[in-house]
């Protein structure tokens, strides 16, 4: 057995293809569930809507054996990433009259919504994996320890995979937190994490909740779930939208570009602000994912007002380089006169009010 093929590289090609990919795990069919009667509910799993534009994603050995096999180059950073070190008092400070984000990395973030505080997709751990020893690790500390957050009122998740739906984190939050926000099927994997079935509000697309303020919908997405290989799609996978004081946030969660987003666009008249997935991207999965091109048309599609880049520099997902996504969507926004927002990891962004954004990249290797 050569070196490519050992015990460890076979591990972190499990995980990557499990977690990350679009693989093709079988499907019991036969089945009684609670979610029959969601649209997206097909075959005893959930489902994409049909999209004769999408491409389709390699197999899933030739997948597999290109995370085994197959060299990477600049997929992590050598230098150090910036990160703007954040503690309480800064967070009491912040006007709460208005809505504020965080970037706690990838795709984290800590908001204060109109004085109330709120985590979409928290990943804490030092890997996003179900291993702590093994699997994609993080390239810069939080800027805030999860044992410093201030008190959460809500929680919000797009999908189950590792690099979103992080166990220790959600363990840890279990009963710090008033109110979980997640797709169809994703309750079940908080209540085994301890959080109490009572918090928990499950949405199906286009349904909406209210807590706190807060006004909040989940959206489609075109994506996939599971977090083993015999749980393939049955929970659903989610974009959302915020509505807090008079202003709308989207976030994309993860998905590759489909019409769903002018639909959304079209139905809410626009946002104030719109958090694009931007990063592990690969012409072997082109339907799960977007490139930096494609989040831009997803952006000018949802009519958004400022384009806040997201699911990049945190963690080795893909075979681009690390700053890939950023160099493309900077330059696309630019020849596009699109306002871009490509915050330093833990900087705070005020919503509607005007900033000069940097790339902060720039140089690094």
């Known amino acids: 057995m050569t070196t490519a093929l050992s015990r460890a590289a076979t591990a972190a090609l499990a995980l990557a293809a499990w977690t990350l990919l679009a693989g093709c795990a079988s499907r019991v069919q036969a089945c009684e569930s609670p979610y029959a009667a969601s649209p997206q509910f097909k ?86 994996s179900p291993f702590q020893w093994l699997g994609p690790r993080r390239f810069h500390p939080p800027p805030i320890a999860l044992e410093q957050l201030p008190p959460i009122a809500g929680l919000i998740l797009s999908h189950d995979h590792y690099d979103h739906l992080d166990t220790a984190t959600i363990g840890y939050l279990a009963q710090r937190v008033q109110r979980y926000f997640v797709p169809l099927g ?42 083993t290989l015999n749980d393939r799609d049955r929970t659903l996978w989610a974009s959302w939208v915020i509505q807090s004081g008079g202003q709308r946030i989207f976030y994309s969660g993860d998905s590759g570009y489909f019409k769903g987003f002018r639909e959304i666009g079209e139905r809410f008249g626009g946002f104030d602000l719109a958090m694009m997935e931007n990063g592990a991207y690969d012409a072997y999965w082109p339907a799960v994912h977007m490139t930096p091109e494609q989040s831009v048309q997803a952006f000018e599609d949802l009519r958004g007002k400022v384009l806040f880049s997201v699911h990049n520099s945190t963690f080795d997902l893909a075979f681009h380089t690390w700053h890939d996504p950023l160099d493309r969507i900077a330059d696309l926004s630019e020849a596009r006169k699109i306002t871009l927002a490509t915050p330093v990891i833990g900087e705070v962004l005020t919503v509607g009010r005007p900033r000069t954004n940097v790339r902060w990249w720039a140089g690094l290797k």
């Open 186 to 227: 994703v309750k079940a994997r908080l209540v085994e994490l301890g959080v109490p079935a009572e918090r928990v509000t499950e949405l199906d697309w286009w349904q909406q909740a209210q807590f706190d303020g807060v006004e909040l919908t989940a959206t489609p997405a075109q994506h996939f779930s599971g977090r």
């Open 43 to 128: 075959d005893c799993g959930f489902s994409n809507p049909p999209n004769p534009d999408a491409l389709p994603s390699a197999g899933s050995w030739k997948i597999w054996s290109r995370f085994l096999l197959e060299a990477k180059t600049g997929t992590v950073p050598t230098d150090p990433i910036p990160v703007q070190a954040l503690d309480g008092a800064q967070l009491s400070a912040l006007d709460p009259q208005a809505n504020h984000l965080v970037r706690l990395g990838h795709s984290s973030h800590l908001l204060k919504l109109q004085g109330r505080y709120w985590l979409i997709d928290p990943v804490f751990s030092e890997r996003a």
